[in-house]
């Protein structure tokens, strides 16, 4: 039980390794949750893969998924799931009742942003030693979102996933990709800034696909 239990806590992360192994296995189980959602992929990673041997591409991708994890992890976060280049993670806002959720909304934030600035300085540090072994570097974007998510298994009959969805999951995905237009690494929806208690810079609004109105966002100061 014990192997099992850190098995699952590895693939699937430790919140939702301890809901599997308790028996929430059944196809669409979800449950509604509450948290600040972290969507990041690295930058240019098409044009990456095509000039680098595999191995130096998956040495890559494994020295910037170690500090974006590290960071992550670090401040209590959960990593769902690795897609491609792309990671995605919550930081659970759950309140015992209303009163006290803006102050869970708003360490969820608080914790989601240091995890975002953690690891801007730890690829910082990885990007220099690759500079000196001659190894290409590295360059990401990070969106954060707070709201509702469906969180719990879907899938097939035979091939399950446990993971979150919903408008707030496909939000954080959409605001990432500003990051390249706006030229910035971190960016934060505006729930999510009004959360989180920082003086963020407003970054205007613009439309993504899939909304019918902008989207407003915000960066920090700090890491412009």
Known sequence: RELTSQLLEVY???QTGRRVLAGAIARGETASLRAAVWY???KD??????????????????????????????RGGEILKFLGDGMLAIFPAEADDIQDQASADREACHAAMAAARDTVKLVRGLNRRRLRQDKP?????I???????????IGGLERL???VIGPTVNLANRIEGLTRSLGVRVLASADFAAASGETLTPMGRHPVKGLS???????????L
């Open 12 to 14: 699937l992360g430790r």
């Open 40 to 42: 990041s992929d690295i």
């Open 45 to 74: 990673f098409t044009k990456l893969s095509d000039r680098l041997p595999r191995e130096d591409l998956i040495e890559l991708l494994n020295d910037y998924f170690e500090a974006s994890v590290e960071a992550v992890e670090e």
């Open 137 to 141: 570097t590295v360059d990401f974007g």
């Open 143 to 153: 969106a954060l979102h707070l709201g509702e998510v469906g969180y719990g298994n």
């Open 161 to 163: 996933d446990f993971t």
């Open 213 to 223: 109105h902008p989207v407003e966002v915000f960066a920090p100061s700090d890491l």
